[in-house]
């Protein structure tokens, strides 16, 4: 299992995101710099950006990452559908 650094969408931002780091962790030990994640909340699940992997923390209580967001994918099964639809 890994720790990771996210930060979450902002309207007040320029970049969309705000510039507050929170911690999850996660057994996905893949991500990359920007990717989308779904994470844990107190009031359920919430899109996030995941930042970097850290070795340690004091943070107690830590929620989990839950999925990759794979919006390339996401991309081509919808043309995919769209074109099917069309053939229909």
């Keep these: 299992m890994k720790i990771a650094v996210v930060n ?35 009031t359920g699940y919430t899109v996030a950006r995941f930042k970097r992997y850290v070795e340690n923390t004091q943070v107690k209580d830590m929620k989990y990452i839950v999925q990759l967001i794979r919006l390339k ?3 081509q099964l919808k043309e995919q559908c769209e074109i099917d639809a069309l053939l229909d």
């Excluded at 007040?12 to 779904?38: P, Q």
């Design 73 to 75: 994918r996401h991309k």
């Design 8 to 42: 979450f969408p902002s309207s007040l931002s320029a970049t969309g995101f705000g510039e507050k780091e929170y911690h999850y962790k996660t057994y996905i030990e893949t991500l990359n710099e920007n990717n989308l994640v779904v994470v844990e909340t107190a």
